[in-house]
């Protein structure tokens, strides 16, 4: 499914380009490190969705990319920081898209096949 890609583009290219934009709509007081990290996280949204659309691959590993930016985000939101507010919705988004990796993931997933019944053989005969 090529949706959750497309949902990483569409919010790459926001705080990749519009990052002033995202910060407001976050409530949060923008530095300069603020915006380039906004936009570096937005290039990696923005390759990763681009990977997620043109690049078959084990949604897994996406997955785990977003697990362990949502662990990072927590330990920045705990460490009371002055963006901890900033962390935490990271983290939640971060979150969510693991989730939506792993349903993908899962929906992708070979079927399982029943050997078909042969009509010319009967039960006695193999």
Do not use: K, W
Not at 21 to 43: F, K, Q
Not at 44 to 57: E, K, M, T
Not at 66 to 76: D, P, Q, R, T, W
């Amino acid at each position: 499914m090529r949706s959750v890609g497309i949902l990483r583009v569409a919010l790459g290219g926001l705080l990749l380009g519009r990052p002033m934009e995202a910060l407001r709509l976050a409530r949060t007081s923008p530095s300069s490190t603020i915006v380039a990290l906004t936009r570096l996280l937005g290039a990696r949204y923005a390759v990763q969705g681009s990977l997620d659309v043109g690049v078959p691959h084990d949604r897994r590993l996406d997955a785990a990319v977003e697990g362990l930016h949502a662990a990072s985000m927590l330990a920045i939101a705990r460490s009371g920081r002055p963006h901890a507010r900033l962390a935490r919705i990271s983290a939640g988004v971060a979150a969510a898209f693991a989730v939506m990796d792993l349903a993908t993931h899962r929906t992708q997933l070979p079927r399982p096949t029943t050997p078909a019944a042969n009509p010319h053989q009967d039960g006695d005969n193999p």
